[in-house]
């Protein structure tokens, strides 16, 4: 199995500066065939299922915000938040779909 | 707007099977570049995968191998679900459980939308 390991496990941030989450792979999840990066973030505030935020490692689902970006690639991956609001107050997961089982980091739960 | 309704029992006695059921709205079980999965999440808040179905010409099925032997994920094409069933739990399996599509369309990949999930308690 692909274990994929975020840091730090939790962040505190003020509002309007910058969030940082990372996220690395115990491999490669880059799609050859694609050249693409197989992996997600996604937000979870509580009592919420998850929410698709970024996929292909940088992609912003529609409606998210462009103050969310994704970047890395091959085993190293990062989210940032440019400008935090009191809105994104959750817990980021990241997960890599480029072979079964799908796994997911263990949770970044960020904080103001 | 594809939505994903969850429902079942929210309390399952040691031993005994978890079954659970997800209807889908918007969108066809067996629709292309749709894989159905469910997702368990932990007390701790750990999200772990079960296991998929999708349809390509037949049906497939994948799962974790921590459940692989006690789980079985069933599509219903005529009433548009697919359901979860679990059997000789334990109270290691007390989680919230979700249903999710993994899309995969157009480069437009991920899982996309997940039920409201249900939380799952397996007393001893």
């Known amino acids: 199995d692909i274990v994929v390991t975020q840091s730090p496990d939790s962040l505190a941030v003020s509002l309007g500066e910058r969030a940082t989450i990372n996220c690395k792979s115990s491999q490669s999840v880059l799609h050859r065939s694609k050249n693409k990066n197989c992996l997600a973030w996604y937000q979870q505030k509580p009592g919420q299922p998850p929410r698709l935020l970024i996929y292909w490692a940088f992609t912003r689902e529609s409606g998210v915000p462009d103050r969310f970006s994704g970047s890395g690639s091959g085993t190293d991956f990062t989210l940032t938040i440019s400008s935090l609001q009191a809105e994104d107050v959750a817990v980021y997961y990241c997960q890599q779909y480029y072979d079964i089982p799908y796994t997911f980091g263990q949770g970044t739960k960020l904080e103001i | 707007q594809v939505q994903l309704q969850q429902s079942g029992p929210g309390l399952v006695k040691s031993s005994q099977t978890l079954s659970l059921t997800c209807v889908i709205s918007?969108?066809?079980?067996?629709?292309?570049?749709?894989?159905w999965n469910w997702i368990r999440q932990s007390p701790s808040g750990g999200l772990e995968w079960l296991g998929r179905t999708y349809y390509w010409s037949k049906w497939f099925y994948d799962y974790a191998v921590s459940v692989k032997g006690r789980i079985t994920i069933n599509p219903d094409t005529s009433r548009s679900q697919l359901s979860l069933h679990l059997n000789s739990v334990t109270p290691e399996d007390t989680a919230v459980y979700y249903c999710a599509r993994f899309i995969s369309r157009e480069d437009h990949y991920g899982m996309d939308v997940w039920g409201q999930g249900t939380t799952v308690t397996v007393s001893s």
């Open positions: 918007g969108d066809t079980i067996s629709s292309d570049g749709a894989a």
